[in-house]
C-alpha cells in the first residue's frame, strides 16, 4: 500500500463524518468552537501560573493531553504556549487507530519537534513517572470511564505537587434539561447510562485489546468538583461552555439557533461565576494541592 491509499485509508472516518449531518450542524460546531476558546481563555487568565521563570530551567515544562483525539486541542494550545514561552514539551495519548494516526499526520505537517503522540490505553497506568507532568489536560474522556476516580486517581499520581489539571465533560443534568429532571426522564438517562457499560467498542493497541464506552460516567458541575477535591484537585478558575450541545435539527433551525446566540451573548456579560453552572460543560482548571 503506497502513502497516498494509507492516507485515504486513514482519513475515511473523517471524510464519512465530514458528509455526516452531525458534521454540518452549526449548533453542534459551536458547542467545539466555544470550549477551545474559552480553554485558551483559561490560559491567558492564568498564565502566571505557569511561569517557566518559576521552575527549573534545565527541564522541559511538561503539559499532557490524556485522551487527545486527532490533537486539534493539543495544537491550539501549543500555538498559544510557543507564543509566550519555548520551554514546553508536549505529549499526546491516544488510543484510538485512526485518530493515532491523524494526529501523528498532524506532528509531520506542522514539522514540530517538542510534540510527541502515544499510543496508549489511558484506562491503566500512564506512562509518566510519579510527579512528573506540570499540566495534565483532559478533554471529553472521563464521561467515557467506568471508573473515573480511579482515572483521577492516577492523574494526581503523574501531577507535580501544584500542579495543574484541565479538564472539560458534560455538566448534566443542567438547568437548560428541563426535561432531566422529570423523575422518567432521570430513570432514562441512568438505564442509558447502564447500557452503554455494557456496550463498547473494541480497539487494538500494539497487540492489546481496549474498551471504549459512551456517556457512562455523567455528572454535574458540582459534583465534579467535589469528587476532584476529594482526591486532591482544588477549582482555581474556570470556563463557561455553550448553554447546550445541539446538534438536530430543531437547535439548527433558525429561529431557534438565533435565539441561542442571543442567550450566549447576554450570559457573555454577566459574572463568570454567575453562570457556568448554566452551561452543558464543565470547563475547569484546578490545582493539585501539596
Known amino acids: 500500500m503506497n ?5 485515504v485509508e486513514i482519513l475515511k472516518g473523517k471524510f464519512d463524518y465530514e458528509q455526516s449531518p452531525i458534521c454540518a450542524t452549526p449548533s453542534g460546531n459551536y458547542f467545539w468552537y466555544r470550549k477551545r476558546q474559552e480553554v485558551i481563555k483559561l490560559f491567558k487568565r492564568n498564565l502566571h501560573l505557569f511561569d517557566l521563570n518559576q521552575t527549573e530551567k534545565s527541564a522541559p515544562y511538561l503539559f499532557v493531553d490524556v485522551g487527545c483525539g486527532e490533537s486539534i486541542d ?9 507564543k509566550h514561552s519555548s520551554g514546553w514539551r508536549l505529549i499526546g495519548l491516544e488510543a484510538e487507530p485512526t485518530a493515532l494516526e491523524v494526529a501523528n499526520l498532524k506532528k509531520k505537517y506542522y514539522n514540530v519537534d517538542n510534540v510527541d503522540i502515544i499510543a496508549c490505553d489511558v484506562t491503566k497506568n500512564l506512562p509518566f513517572k510519579d510527579g512528573e507532568v506540570n499540566v495534565v489536560y483532559c478533554s471529553e474522556v472521563i464521561e467515557h470511564l467506568i471508573d473515573p476516580e480511579l482515572f483521577i486517581k492516577e492523574i494526581k499520581r503523574i ?31 441512568r438505564a442509558e447510562m447502564q447500557a452503554m457499560k ?6 487494538n493497541i500494539e497487540t492489546e485489546n481496549v474498551f471504549l464506552h459512551g456517556h457512562v460516567s455523567l455528572k454535574t458541575i458540582s459534583e465534579w468538583d467535589n469528587t476532584l477535591e476529594k482526591i486532591g484537585f482544588k477549582i482555581v478558575d474556570r470556563g463557561r461552555g455553550a448553554v ?12 431557534i439557533l438565533g435565539g441561542r446566540f442571543l442567550l450566549e451573548a447576554f450570559l457573555d ?6 453562570v457556568c453552572n448554566l452551561s452543558d460543560q464543565l470547563i475547569g482548571l484546578y490545582r493539585l494541592e501539596k
Open 74 to 82: 493539543l495544537f491550539l494550545i501549543r500555538q498559544f504556549l510557543e
Open 3 to 7: 502513502f497516498d491509499e494509507k492516507l
Open 244 to 255: 447546550t450541545y445541539g446538534a438536530t435539527p430543531f437547535y439548527d433551525n433558525a429561529w
Open 269 to 274: 456579560l454577566l459574572p463568570r461565576q454567575w
Open 159 to 189: 501531577t507535580k505537587p501544584n500542579g495543574y489539571l484541565i479538564i472539560t465533560t458534560p455538566n448534566e443534568p443542567n438547568v437548560f434539561q428541563g426535561a432531566y429532571w422529570s423523575r422518567n426522564r432521570l430513570d432514562r438517562m
Open 198 to 203: 455494557e456496550q463498547s467498542q473494541k480497539v
